[in-house]
Structure formats: C-alpha cells, structure tokens
C-alpha cells in the first residue's frame, strides 16, 4: 500500500501538492520524530494510503525522468475517488 502525503517546498509552502510512495520506496526520512525540527528539515504528514491501482504507481515511478526528477513524457492522473 502507497502512503499518500503532502508535499511541500519548505516551511508554510503546503499547497494541494501531494505525493505517493511507491512500493519499492523508502520515505521514512520524512516523517517527524520527537526533536525534529521541521524548519529545517522536511517532515510530511501521511494523510491516507492508495488501497487499489498501485501498479500505476509503480510503473509512473520507474519512467525515465529528466535532472529534476520529473517524468520526461508528462503523467496525468485522469481520475482519483476518496474513500471513508
């Protein structure tokens, strides 16, 4: 299951950016811990998890990417659906 975080640029830049883990990643870097200090690290907040179609997570993950780690051909998420 792919954590489904938002994504920001520094302190207070929190917009609808958001990002998923995929399978083969690791993000426990992110996560806030006792002491942290967050203005100067980065610390994410998980707010839900993918529960089906993470193999489309995945194989975005695996596309070849340019020196800002963005996808060479632009990917777009046509759908998505919140559940409870």
Known sequence: MGAVAAAHA????????????????????????????CSSQSC??????????????DNISKLPTDNRDSPL??????SARVTS
């Not at 302190?11 to 942290?36: C, M």
């Not at 994410?44 to 993470?54: E, K, P, W």
């Open 44 to 57: 994410h907040t998980v707010f839900g998890y993918v529960i089906s179609g993470m193999e489309h997570v």
């Open 10 to 37: 520094g302190v207070n830049t929190d917009g609808s950016q958001f990002y998923i883990v995929p399978t083969d990643g690791q993000a426990g870097h992110l996560d806030w811990e006792e002491g942290k200090d």
């Open 73 to 78: 051909d632009q990917v777009t998420i046509v």
